[in-house]
Every structure is written in structure tokens, then in C-alpha cells.
């Protein structure tokens, strides 16, 4: 959706993914010679970062797929976050209005664009935009950014359906994160009302000013 408007601890980030790296391979790093050990600790973060993308993709494609009652084929690597999906929409009757469409909005300062993951309508009668996060055990995909993601789609003027053609976007009751993990799922609601709205606006507005330098 952008980059770079609002800050993340990515050296606390850095740091931790560093570690733990380190101590689930200790064997094989006191193996390696020292600018190698270096090499291998330095990479830790981006390729977890890489794993993490390449779940997260294959988790939801299988989600669209379970969610149109089409067959799926799990790998071993992502089966307990599908079948966390798969629970997920089994107890919240979860029955797709849109998955997986671009939005856009030509009318804000500054304009923008995004996909989000799905509208659907739910067992307690509540139509939500739902963003699908896979998550390690014992993590939470519920960071404040994710509120400012939503409230964009949310906000967002039309999606573009499968013609390409222009849908005024819909009217939701709530914006929700799904955090899926191999242990099971947390419907997490966030706020999305027109002050957050208008606060990441301010965000897409730094981002922007970063990306293209001052005038």
C-alpha cells in the first residue's frame, strides 16, 4: 500500500531474528569458519523475512480456494496454518463478497492503492474486511499499522472486479485481522474510523515527501 510512513524498530527487529537464529543453529555455525558464521548470521533476518512472504502466499491461495469449496493439496510446511484457516471458516461461516481485489482512491491527498485479502459476511450477521496474517507461535500480527492498512481499504473509493471494471467500494461493518498460526486463529477487530483514516493520509503524505525528496 506505501513504504516508509511510519517507523518500524527494524534494528530491534534485526537483532532478535539474529539471535534466535543463532541459537536454533549453534552446532552448524561453530562449524563454519568465522566470516562465514558472519555471513550466515547477517542473511538470518532476510531470509526469514523471505520464508515468512513465501508462507504467507501460499496460505492464502489455499484460504481462496477452501473459501470457493474447491480441493486443496497442503504442504507439510504451512499445514497447520491452513487448517487454522479452514477452522476459521468453518466457525464463522465465512462466505466471500470479494477476495483478493485492488482498490483505489483518486479523490484523497495524496491518492493511493492497495489488494486487500477479503470482504465476507459472517456467522454473527456483521460484513468485515478481513486481512489474513500468518503469524509464528506465540507472535501477534496485531501492530498498530495494520489499523491504517485497513482504514485504507476501507476508505478506499472502488475496487476493480475481475473485468477490471470500477465497483464503489463496500460498506462494511468492521475491519478485522486474522491472525493464523499452527496452534489456531484470533478474529482481531481494529479500529478503521475517519480519524485513523485521516491519520494515515498524514503517513502516505510522509511517505511520499521521503520517496520523492523536497520540491
Not at 492464502?60 to 504451512?78: F, I, N
Amino acid at each position: 500500500l506505501i513504504n516508509g510512513g511510519w517507523p518500524k524498530n527494524l534494528a530491534k527487529w534485526s537483532a532478535d531474528q539474529v539471535a534466535e537464529f543463532a541459537l536454533d543453529n549453534w552446532a552448524q555455525l561453530s562449524e563454519l569458519p568465522l566470516s562465514q558464521r558472519l555471513k550466515e548470521l547477517a542473511g538470518a533476518p532476510w531470509a526469514n523475512l523471505d520464508r515468512a512472504a513465501m508462507r504467507g502466499t501460499q496460505v492464502h491461495q489455499t484460504a481462496e480456494k477452501l473459501m470457493r469449496g474447491e480441493a486443496v493439496t497442503v504442504p507439510a510446511d504451512v499445514s497447520g496454518y491452513v487448517e487454522a484457516c479452514r477452522l476459521f471458516i468453518s466457525e464463522w461461516d465465512v462466505r466471500p463478497v470479494w477476495a483478493a481485489r485492488p482498490v483505489f482512491n483518486r479523490n484523497s491527498v495524496p491518492r493511493y492503492g492497495g489488494t486487500f485479502d477479503l470482504i465476507a459476511d459472517m456467522a454473527d450477521g456483521k460484513r468485515r474486511l478481513l486481512d489474513l496474517k500468518t503469524v509464528k507461535e506465540g507472535k501477534s500480527a496485531g501492530w498498530p499499522d495494520h489499523a491504517f492498512q485497513g482504514a485504507a481499504y476501507r476508505h478506499a473509493e472502488f475496487l476493480l472486479d475481475n473485468e477490471g471494471n470500477e465497483v464503489p467500494m463496500p460498506e462494511v461493518d468492521e475491519f478485522a485481522v486474522v491472525e493464523l498460526s499452527p496452534s489456531g486463529y484470533q478474529l482481531i477487530p481494529m479500529d478503521t474510523s475517519e480519524k485513523v483514516y485521516q491519520q494515515f493520509l498524514s503517513i502516505a503524505a510522509v511517505a511520499r515527501a521521503v520517496k520523492d525528496g523536497p520540491d
